[in-house]
């Protein structure tokens, strides 16, 4: 069974900083493309950031350059560092795994950007 859990979710003001972290359960971690998707209150999920299994990025506008997505094959994880947070970034963040037209998603975790 392909289980996604991330962390390090949380409250932080305006310009602050958060790192999150999503790890997988599944044997072949290597093989599978990772993203990250956000969802604010009232609004789509939108894609924020993913990584391929070689290790090229992309990332919405919003986030270039204060955001950066990364991989460990070896831990299974992959990271969101999150610098210089806006209160338009509160959300609800999903870690995504996809390979072989197979979608897989975590449970999500809570990023409120607030003074």
């Known amino acids: 069974q392909v289980q996604l859990v991330e962390s390090g979710g949380g409250l932080v003001q305006p310009g602050g900083s958060l790192r999150l972290s999503c790890t997988a359960s599944?044997?072949?971690?290597?093989?599978?493309?990772m993203a990250w998707y956000r969802q604010a209150p009232g609004k789509q999920r939108e894609l924020v950031a993913s990584?391929?299994?070689?290790?090229?990025?992309d990332y919405i506008g919003s986030v270039k350059g204060r955001f950066t997505i990364s991989r460990d094959n070896v831990k299974k994880t992959v990271t969101l560092q999150m610098n210089s947070l806006k209160p338009e970034d509160t959300a609800v963040y999903y870690c995504?795994?996809?390979?072989?037209?197979?979608?897989?998603w975590g449970q999500g975790t809570q990023v409120t950007v607030s003074s």
């Open positions: 990584i391929t299994t070689g290790g090229s990025t």
């Open positions: 599944f044997s072949i971690f290597s093989i599978y493309s």
């Open positions: 995504n795994a996809y390979y072989a037209n197979q979608g897989y």
